[in-house]
Structure formats: structure tokens, C-alpha cells
């Protein structure tokens, strides 16, 4: 994706994966569900905790932490990304709510991870790992 | 798949781990011992040590281990796979049904065969 | 020892004053001759006649004398050498002498008198009374005479025998050789008063009857009283001079005599005065002899014998004093260092003392030690052997559970053995069911994948299947049975192993544990034994220590008294040496010098 100037002040959806914050753009985050026993996914990569049917539709879950690679985080409560081209659910131990993130937006990658996550982005009194959601999606529906 | 239907299951546990077949991938279901050395085991797409009380044969000849199987005649609605998982395990879900209030991942079982195949030869 | 030269013409010397005598004898001879007035004719005789008399006198005395001193001639002339013997010889005859002259000039007086007064009447016709008159001056005079030599003599002869001593006489052998014998003193002074108040009376007596007899005569042969009374003139003037002279002359020679005589008494006496004097000053020479007579050569003799002894006496206390010092000196010496060495013995005897204590504290310590380790090896041993005893004891038990186990173990297998058969049966149960599961399960596939067809087939299969998972889940139940019978007596069987192990173990053990007791016993028992000699050690060392101790106190002991003595010693050294200096004080001050007496 490459680096991009700044794209000014957007409303993110601001949670927190274990001790660090992400950061989804609003209009994506359609709600935070408690989700309840998930199913397994055969051959699908550790990150992917599974799935669980919500309102009639199969969503996917994605531990965060275990796909930054900060060790797996339990909690039961996701953030649901609704996506044009599919949803997606991300574990969130504390959603902190919307607010304003401002600042440059550079990749972070970790080894092996192509992850479109930028960052930092001040406004929310933290620094947040801003998540692309379609690059997210991209990189699992390429699989593990 | 929309509006995908199957008539037909055999709903089996891999370890702790629900998977599901439609009946028409599975030609006989046969005791291990007779195909000993030489079957994958459900268990290893769930990153679990390779093991089988059943081995589903398929028409075509490929097999796949499993502990537990239930043969279901029901005919189930297939929830359509969520659009990120559709290249996970090599494209052989199929979806998911919902049986008894668990979901239970539809496999296509030679698919399956061949991404254990793949994913044994990956890992050796 | 000098050559007799000391003495030479000392014989003469001393026997010189006999011809004072002889001439003294004359003078008054003559005088009285003239005296008596003698006829003129007859003087001449008379002269020739007292000449002889005189000279034959002399000679006669002189042989006498010489024959007296011979000895002493012979050393003077040289004859006899000066040896102590035959000075003691000459020097008797020397102290003889003044006697011996004495009666020489008394016998030369009336020798000569005898003659004159025998040859002169017949030679000038006179009467025999002449004789008798002559002989009456010999009685006067010759006494006094001989006496007034004698006394002469005797100044004379003290000298020579000084000399004659100094030729090679000691002090006391001069009085052994002429030891105070006679104690005549009185006699002598009797003697000398005799004639001293006779002689001059008599003669004077003479010389006044005669002349009263001549006047009287003269008288009686006067006719007239004139002619008598200027015969008594002339008496009484005439000769008056003369006989006064005389008289002065004989008056002055009992005078002289008596001075004489007092000096040859008092000279002696005065000397030892002197003497004494001098050695009460302090100043001991080898004593002088004083020769004297009588009870005044007893009182010289005695006097210098007591020098000799007081000079012996003082040399002796001078060399004893000498030594004294010398002798506490040394003495001093001597305790000093024995003070120090007794100080150092003392101190190094606290010391040994001390090491003894602590030996003896150590020799206790290590006694105790010992009791107390002989009474843990005593426990030791009583403990090993109780150990042994349990260890018979428990390697008896062993055999018997081993005897139980093996039992145990038998039955064990035993069971074994039908659970394997239990096992197989129900393993051959549990295949038919499995293949008819199996079957089943085929079937109902089938019939589902015939669809609605297959329904009926599905059910039936459905239903076998049921009963096959029946069978299947009995049997698994057996099998578990099964396992924990297994398991059980796997378990039994594994503990019977390990009993059994444990029972070998065991009896391995209570073999090493016997070992081990033996040692352990055989140990406690040399401990016990090397204890007991370490205790008999101690208690000969803590006797040893004891007696040593005790010893050690002794020397102590005496030591200290040895100090104490000794700083006694000391004391009285000091008072020694401050003696000792008074003596060589007192010492001192009697110079001695020279020979000792």
C-alpha cells in the first residue's frame, strides 16, 4: 500500500486487543458482539479463532493479538467489520468508542505479517495501530 | 453457494473438533487397520497430532481419518462461507451447517484429502 | 747473715770498763795510801807493789774475760761462723758477762789487794795491821768497784747482745737462748744497797778510825797539851781537803753507781714503755729484744714474745681478713648470681610450674575427653550391637515377605493369566462388533446417499449400528474392567516386584547394614580399647603431671627457700665484708713491716 501523507482526521472506532489499541475506521466497525462458542475452521490459520453465526450469517473471528503476535488474548467480545466485500470480527478486550485519530500513517510490519496497519495516530490520548480492514481481509482470504 | 442444501451428512469429530461431509464424497467407511500408514487424519487440519478410529474412503480413493461419525439423512441448509475463508484449506469448505445449535464445517472431502496431502508434504 | 763482722771488737768493747776499774782502783789505792801517809820509802814499794797488783789484776781478768767470750771471739775473729747456734752461744756468754766481771774485778781487787797487803808489810817492815788496813780498802772499795764495772758492763753487754742477735737472732730465739731464769732482782738490790751504803761507810769508817787512831797516837805520842792540841790542829786542818775530796769522790761514786744502777733498771723499763707506747699507737714492727736482767728480762721477754704473738696475731687477722674479703666477695658473687639463677630458676621453675598446670588442666581435658568419647564409643557399641540385632531381626522379616511376596506374586500371575484370557475373548467380542458397526455404518451411508429409496435401509442399519455401539460400549466397559484389573494387578504385580525388589533391596541393605555394624562395632570396640589407653595415658600423664607438679612445687619451694637463703646469705655477706673491712682497718693500723716476728 505504501505510505500515504496524512489523511487528516477521520472517526476511528478505538478498542484495545490486550495492551495494545487499534483502530478501525467508523464506518466500517458495524457493531461489538459477544460471541459465543466458536466453531473451528479446518486449515485455517491459528489467528482465526473461528467462526459463529450472527443474525443468520457466518462471521469469522480473529484474535488480534495473535495475529500481531503479542500472545492470544481471551475475551469474548469482538468488534464486527462489515466490509463490502465480506465481515470480519476482531477481538477487542476494551472497545474505548469513536474519536478522532489524526497523524501519519506509515505501515508496521511485523516479520512475516503483512499487516496494513498505520500508525501512530494521536487524538485518542494514545498512540493507535490504525487497521486497514480490506487489507486485513486481504491477507486472510489469502490464507495462512 | 447460495441457498446451497445437502441431503445427507456424516458429521464427525476430529479430536475435539466438528467436521462434516456430505455423504456422497464417502464411498465406505472402513476400519483404520485397513489402511494403516497411508490415511491422513482430520485431526492435523486442526493442528492436532494425526490419529483415527474411521477412515472415510472416497470413490476415488482417498482417505481421511476420523474418531467419531454420525450419519445424518437430514437435509440441512449450508450457510454460505464467509467471503475471507473461502481459500482456507484450500478452497474444499463448503460452508457450514447448523445442526442440533452447532455449526458444523462442510467439507468436500477429496479437497480435503488433497490440502492434508499438501499441507503433510509442507510440514515435511 | 753477716759475717761476724757486726760484732767485731765487741768482746773488747764490752769488757773495757774493767780497766775503769782497774784505774779507779789505782787512783784510789794511791789516794788512800797517801792518805794514810805512808812513809816515803815505802811509796815506792807501795806503787811498784799496787802496779802489780793492778797489772796482774788486769791480765788476770782479761784472760778470765776472754775465756768467758770465747765463742764470741771465735765469731768475731771469724773461727766459728756466725751460725744461730753459735751466736746463741756468744750471745749467752755476753749476757753472762757483766756477772762474771763483777766477781772477775772483785776477785782482780782482792787478788791484788791480797798481795799488795801480803807483800808490803815485810817489804817496808810494817805491822800486820797494815795488811789488815790495806785489806779493810780492798772490803770498802772492791765491791763498789766491781759493781760501778758490773753496772758498766751491763750497759754494754745489752748492746752486744743486740748486736750479736742482729748478726742473724731472731727476737725470740735471743729469749730462747737466754730465757729469763733467775728473778734476782731483789737480791741484786740488796746487793747493791749492801754495798752501796757499806762500801763508802766502811770506807769512809776506815779511812776516819785510822786517821783518829793516828792522832790519837800522835797524840798519845805528844807530851804536852800544847803539843796534843796542835797535833788535833793540824789534824783537824791538814788533810781536810783531801779527804773531803775523797770522801766527795767515794760519795760520788756510790752516786754514780746507784745512777748506774737506776739506768740499768730503769733503761729497759723505759724501753718496753716505748714500745709499748708505739704499738698502742698502731706502729707493729717485728719486736726489738730489750735485754735486761732478772724480773725486767722476764717482763722484756714476755713483752716481746707478746709482740711476736700480737704481730702473728695481727698478720694473721690481716690474712684472714684478706681472705675474708676475698672470700665474701667472691661470696657476693657468687649469691648474686645465684640470686639471679635462683631468680631465673624460680621464674623458670613458675614457668615449668605453670606449663606443669597446664599440662596437668590439658592432661584433665583430654581425660575427659576420652571418658566422655569412651562413653559414646560405649554407646556406639551397645547401639551397633542392638542395630545388629534389628537388622537380624529385619533381614528375618524380609525372608518371610519375601516367602509372602512370592505367594503374592504367584497368585498374581495367576490372575494374570485369566484376566489375558478375559481380555482376548473380549477382544474377539469387540472386533465382531466393530466390523458390525462398521457394516452398519455402510449400510446407512448408503441408504442416505439412495435418498428417500434408502430411507427404510438407513433406519435398520441405523438400528444395527445401535446395537453394534451397544455391544461395543459393554465391551469397552469390559475392557476397562479389564485394564483396571490390569492396572490392579499390574499394580500387585509391580508392588510384589517391588516388594520383592524392596525385600532384596532390603536384605542388601540389612546385609550392608550388618557390615556396616561390624564395622561400626569393630570400630567402637578399638575406640573403646584406644580410649581405655588414651585414659590410662591420661592418668599416668595427670599423675606424672601430679607428681611432677608436685615435684615442681618441692623445687619451688626449695628454690625459694634457696632465694631467701641466699638473700641471708647476702646479708651476712655484707656484714662479712663490712668485718672484714673493720679487720683490715684495725689491721692497717699496725703497720706491719719487715719480717714477722
Known sequence: ?144 | MQGLRVSGTLLCHAGAHRIAFPAVDVAVIDAPSLHAGRSRSARQAFGEPAGASRVLLAPSGETVGVDTLEIDAEVYRVLPTPPALVRVAGGCLLGFISVRGELWPLVRLVEFEHFLAGASREAA | MSTGAGVKGLARWMTRPSWLGGGMGLVLALAYGQLESTPPGAWRTFLFLVALALGLSLGFTSILERRALRSLWAVERGKLPPTPENLRQALQEARVIPERCFWFTLLGWWGGTLLVALAFPPLVDEPWQVSLQIALVVLALGPLSALLIHLLVVRRSRTAADRIANEGLSALEFIEAVPPRRQNLRRRLLTFTAIAVLCPSIFILDVSISRAWRVMDEILEARGLEAQEAVVAQARSERNLALGLLSAFVILLVLGTSYAAGSALSEPLRAISEDATRIAKGDLRPPRVIPAEDEVWAASAAFVQMQAQLGQALAQMRRAGMQISSTTEQLVATSTEQESGADEQSSSLNETSATTEELARSAQQIAGNAESVAGIAERTFAAAQGGQRNAAAFLTAMQRMKEDNQSIADAVVRLNKRVQQIGKVVEFINEIADKSDLLALNAELEGTKAGEVGRGFSLVAAEMRRLAENVIRSTRTIEQLIEEIRDATHAAVMATEAGLKTTDAGTLLAAQVDESLSLILELARQTSHAVRSISLATQQQQTGTDQLAAAMGDILRVTEQNASATKQMVAANSDLSSLARDLKLVVERFQLAGREG
Open chain 1, 1 to 144: 500500500m505504501g505510505v500515504t501523507e496524512a489523511e487528516g482526521r477521520q472517526s476511528y472506532l478505538v478498542f484495545a486487543c490486550g495492551s495494545s489499541w487499534y483502530a478501525v475506521p467508523a464506518e466500517s466497525a458495524a457493531e461489538v458482539v459477544t460471541f459465543p462458542e466458536l466453531t473451528r475452521v479446518p486449515g485455517a490459520p491459528s489467528f482465526l479463532l473461528g467462526v459463529f453465526a450472527h443474525r443468520g450469517e457466518v462471521i469469522p473471528v480473529v484474535d488480534m493479538a495473535l495475529l500481531v503476535g503479542t500472545g492470544s488474548q481471551s475475551t469474548k467480545r469482538a468488534v464486527l467489520v462489515r466490509l463490502p466485500k465480506g465481515s470480519l470480527a476482531l477481538t477487542a478486550s476494551t472497545v474505548a468508542g469513536v474519536s478522532l485519530v489524526s497523524g501519519s500513517l506509515e505501515p508496521l510490519g511485523t516479520s512475516g505479517v503483512h499487516m496494513h496497519l498505520r500508525g501512530p495516530a494521536k487524538g485518542a490520548q494514545r498512540d493507535v495501530a490504525v487497521i486497514d480492514p480490506d487489507g486485513l481481509f486481504d491477507h486472510l482470504s489469502q490464507g495462512a
